[in-house]
């Protein structure tokens, strides 16, 4: 690729940005846009409608750059939780990391490469006609002493970055123990989730758990709450939800609140009103039809092998969780309990035998859209080459040779189209985690951010580095000695590619995230058809999206900052914006659903590892074709002491984000014995885990107030009713003290 046809890619680019930055900086002070700018503010009621015009809303202003700047991270943690400190910080180590490669590349590499004369030397006089070749390490001569300065700088940023990971898993695992001890009593702390429940003849589910919980944890066992199988139900309930959104949509449309029409628009309305009597009457029957379905439900017949188990105190749960429950390792076997918010309940209806046949439908379909994703790349492949396009298309021979049109395709056009492509992936693979047999939603979203990580250096990096057929890219790995020399002829020939996909993928990613391009596209759509009581959608930020973004523009850091360090600014920038328009995003947009305490951290500090170890090897490479093979034997030290390093990373800070020590729960349950609200916790603790398909619906006007009294209830509720006078009785779950 040639200069131009970077400064092309960097023209449209820096032009898109700022013009995001512009629309976003004058719509966001617009009323009617709050919806799609400051969700967050209006639901919390940090922001009202502004009643009156005003001249300032038209102007840009950079006001929330400093809004953004300012806020500490205490702030941010008392506001969007411990999750969004730690991405906001794998930020900050990003920055952190290549501010120091980016002093050694740009003042020291940088011009040992341009100072060499291996391909030719740089014609300043034409500077826009050079290759980015020419900038790289494979200009620099064989054998030559500068050699050195490139091999002293791989020591010294594996030295920083590893320092930074050290600094930052014990800071996180610190930070994540004093979240825990701050907290309040959560459901899930108290609480496993145990499956595989053996039920004898002529008993229930929640016999046998109130039976075996009862004799060998009688002084800890609080209560339980069975699983039942509500995807049918679920459907009603989604169906009864979306037919009362169009009633509310007729009822509050424009037309119906005129007074005094006639003709026509009089005849419309009696057709609309007409329209909402029938949505009404079967919005009714629906609600009978899912109050018949949760009595159905509520029979044992209905109930899944499988409970939410909660105990007196914290420390009790984790004994129940690590121990093995039975001499039989199928029977009882226990899981961590997400919060009850974070319950991905459809897939507890399904059988053992349904998810392990998901898990390798999962395992298939990741190799398959791992091969059919080549096919982009290929084409991307076949546009940065203009040769090879005027050999398959003779007709755009005359096209080509025009030097803007040229310098699209190969400049802006190849990364623009793998952008496109890669928007599918996090939905895609976000679908496939949500059907491979997890139970809680943060998991789903750990397990997809896995896959995005992965599917990305594979596909995006190695399949762009190897350009050729899937068997060639697998041969490659199967002859493992062969790795270095390979990656160090095909890395850096790929070294333009990656710097326009920087700026393309990094640059107008966070312009558009900013932005929020579609959030604002849909909105302007939705406003002609929503009526004014449509609810407020506040979004959760997706983390499978951007954290694999993040560590992909890390491993390409890390990699080319010694091959070709002209990458470098261009990755600073994006870091600089990532870490402005995030904040903004959480104060203004984004709220935390579920909570992990940073548990995909230690993912973060895999990727990095595996990044420095690629580093490592492309070094070995790199040194034995330029001919100075004492520094590549000089490198061989250093990916064996990173590996060693990270296994003591395994074991010292690893188990803190697996669990919490039997020091920190005994310490937490004695601070929270001194708290007066723990009877009022415990008591809600009880039906913390009943599935909200079985909660009572009223949708339709005019219905019983028996019709929403709740489906299940625990003894105890049931007791208490009963000293009201007005209980039942008929509660099914064991709540013992």
């Known amino acids: 690729m040639l200069v131009s046809a970077l400064l092309t890619s960097l023209g449209i680019n820096s032009g898109l940005c700022i013009l995001f930055f512009t629309l976003y900086s004058v719509l966001r002070k617009q009323p009617i846009n709050y919806d799609v700018y ?129 600094y930052e898993y014990n800071y996180i695992s610190a930070k994540r123990i004093e979240c825990f001890y701050s907290s309040k009593p959560q459901p899930h702390q108290f ?13 229930s589910v929640s016999d046998s758990v109130d039976k075996f919980f009862s004799e060998y944890y009688p002084s800890t066992y609080l209560s339980h709450m069975v699983v039942r199988r509500t995807n049918k139900l679920r459907g009603l309930i989604g169906e009864s939800k979306k037919l009362y959104k169009r009633i509310t949509h007729l009822q509050s449309d424009p037309n119906q609140q005129r007074a005094g029409c006639c003709g026509c628009l009089g005849l419309f309305r009696r057709h609309r009103a007409d329209l909402v009597d029938q949505c009404e009457k079967k919005l009714g029957d629906l609600e009978e039809n899912v109050r018949m379905q949760q009595s159905e439900v509520s029979s044992s017949e209905e109930e899944t092998r499988a409970a939410f188990v909660s105990f007196k105190s914290q420390y009790a749960a984790a004994t129940v969780f690590h121990l093995q429950q039975s001499v039989n390792p199928t029977e009882w076997v226990t899981e961590r309990a997400p919060e009850p918010n974070d319950v991905y309940w459809p897939f507890f209806s399904s059988s053992f035998m349904k998810r392990w046949i998901y898990k390798i439908v999962v395992i298939v379909a990741c190799i398959l859209l791992t091969i059919l994703f080549l096919i982009p790349v290929v084409i991307v492949q076949g546009l940065t080459n203009l040769n090879q396009l005027e050999v398959l298309f003779p007709f755009l021979t005359s096209i080509l040779k025009i030097t803007f049109v040229s310098s699209v395709i190969t400049g802006y056009l190849p990364s623009l189209i793998l952008q496109l492509f890669l928007k599918s992936v996090p939905p895609i693979m976000e679908f496939l985690s949500s059907i491979q047999g997890y139970i809680a939603h943060s998991e789903i979203i750990k397990s997809a951010c896995n896959k995005v990580i992965w599917f990305t250096i594979w596909n995006v990096f190695f399949a762009t580095v190897f350009s050729g057929t899937v068997l060639y890219q697998v041969s490659i ?121 940073g548990r995909f951290w230690p993912n973060v500090h895999n990727s990095m590892i595996f990044s420095l170890v690629l580093m490592h090897a492309i070094a070995v490479g790199i040194f034995t074709l330029k001919k100075l093979s004492m520094a590549s034997t000089l490198i061989f030290p250093l990916p ?18 697996s669990s919490y020590s039997a020091e920190s729960l005994i310490k937490k349950d004695r601070q929270d014995e001194n708290d007066p609200s723990m009877p009022e916790f415990f008591s809600k603790l009880v039906s913390a885990y009943q599935d909200p398909a079985l909660m009572p619906i009223q949708y339709s006007s005019g219905r019983d107030d028996t019709r929403t009294t709740p489906l299940l209830s625990t003894e105890a509720e049931a007791e208490a009713e009963a000293e009201d006078g007005d209980g039942d009785g008929d509660g099914e779950e064991a709540h013992r003290f």
Request: hydrophobic share 50%.
């Open 38 to 166: 400051i969700p967050r503010l209006v639901a919390e009621g940090k922001q009202n409608q502004a009643s009156h015009f005003r001249l300032e809303r038209l102007l840009p202003s950079p006001g929330w750059v400093r809004r953004a700047w300012i806020l500490s991270e205490d702030e941010l943690l008392a506001s969007s939780g411990l999750d969004a400190v730690v991405f906001q910080r794998l930020i900050t180590f990003s920055l952190r990391v290549f501010a120091l490669a980016g002093v050694i590349g740009i003042f020291v590499l940088l011009p040992l490469n341009c100072l060499g004369d291996q391909l030719e030397d740089v014609d300043f006089a034409n500077f826009s006609n050079n290759s980015l070749d020419v900038f790289t390490i494979s200009n620099v001569k064989n054998g030559s002493k500068w050699l050195w300065f490139h091999f002293a700088s791989v020591y010294a940023v594996t030295i920083w970055t590893c320092y930074l990971l050290y």
């Open 640 to 657: 064996v002491l990173t590996l060693l390093f990270n296994e003591y990373c395994r074991k010292r800070f690893l188990p803190i984000f």
């Open 191 to 203: 609480t496993i989730l145990v499956r595989g429940i053996p039920v004898s003849q002529g008993s």
């Open 477 to 597: 790995f199967l002859d493992p000695k062969s790795i270095p020399a390979r990656l160090a002829v095909a890395v850096p020939a790929q070294a333009s590619f990656f710097i326009a996909y920087v700026v393309t993928s990094g640059w107008t990613s966070a312009a558009t995230e900013l932005f929020r391009v579609i959030p604002f596209i849909c909105s302007l759509l939705r406003r002609p058809c929503a009526g004014n009581t449509e609810e407020l959608e506040i979004p959760t930020i997706p983390y499978h999206r951007d954290i694999p973004r993040i560590l992909f523009f890390g491993l390409l850091g890390t990699t080319y900052f010694f091959l070709a360090p002209l990458i470098l600014p261009f990755l600073l920038i994006y870091f600089c914006l990532a870490f402005i328009i995030f904040r903004n995003q959480f104060i203004n947009v984004y709220r935390s659903n579920n909570e992990t305490g």
